[in-house]
């Protein structure tokens, strides 16, 4: 998934952005035109809480396969800066293995439109929007979705509780451990 997080490139450091999976619009093209295996994780094995820390920054991913093969999601995003954005939707299995969730998706208005793709690949769970539909309404401060990614290490527990799919309880979830 992508956050464009130009506006606060000023916020983070190159260091605090490639640890917490976080890009900017210039990193994603590179990303999208490199050829990349996937070695896809089952539905089953995608179940659960994934979070990734690094001080005040916090991302955190709740994911739950449903029996019809979509996806029950949150997500939640907090930076530095105290800004964050967070969503939480059933995303529909795709043609590319993976899951997509629309939101207002033919909205006249950009900043409400909401396409989102979730994926496993090589071990992580990547979140990312469309560059026109990049979820900005579900975000603070001028930031969009971009590349969001959790590592199979981030990966807390397999079983998410439904307090991952509930806005007030997710957006103040915290990692269970300090991660590097």
Known sequence: ?????????????????????????????QADSASVATQTKSPESISGKYCVSAGPAVQVLGAKPLD??????????????GQH?????????????????????????????????????????????DENAACRSACG?????SNITFPEKSQENKRAVSGLFDPETLYNTVCAAPQP
């Open 1 to 29: 998934m992508k956050y464009n997080f130009t506006p606060l490139l000023t916020l983070f450091s190159a260091a605090l952005i490639g640890g917490m999976g976080l890009s900017l619009a210039s990193d994603t093209k």
């Open 85 to 129: 954005c967070g969503l939480t939707g059933t995303a529909k299995p795709n043609a590319a293995g993976g899951w997509r969730f629309e939101e207002n998706i033919n909205s006249e208005n950009e900043e409400e439109r909401c396409g989102l793709d979730i994926k496993s690949a090589n071990g992580e769970i990547i979140v990312n929007a």
């Open 68 to 81: 019809d093969g979509s996806l029950q999601f949150g997500l939640s995003v907090w930076f530095e800066s």
């Open 141 to 145: 401060g001028g930031a969009a979705i």
